[in-house]
């Protein structure tokens, strides 16, 4: 299975090279934890938390919530994603907070 769209980043790299990022469009969360290419970490390494970026990414596996990033860039026009409202993160706080359970 494969998914390209624009992604919010809510979790940024960690030291296991897994990010999360949310769909605002559908409000699904995917964790990224591949990559195909050593550029590809590179550059999903540099963006920060709330940054908006295009990615091409594919399941990893047949079960969870697990994918690859296949290819990225940073979504830098103007347009904003769908259901975003551009504000700014306190010191701290999450892009995507988890609300109950």
């Known amino acids: 299975m ?29 964790h990224v934890v591949e990559c195909d290419g050593e550029e590809l970490e590179d550059l999903l390494d ?10 091409d990414l594919r399941r990893v596996g047949r079960r969870g919530n697990a994918w690859c990033a296949v290819d990225a860039s940073p979504a830098s026009d103007a347009t904003p994603v769908v259901g975003e409202e551009e504000k700014p993160l306190s010191e701290g706080e999450e892009a995507d907070p988890v609300v109950g359970c």
């Open 46 to 55: 540099e963006v920060d938390l709330g940054d908006v970026v295009s990615l």
């Open 2 to 30: 494969k998914r390209s769209g624009r992604y919010v980043v809510v979790r940024v790299r960690n030291d296991h090279d897994a990010m999360t990022v949310r769909d605002p469009s559908r409000n699904s969360t995917f």
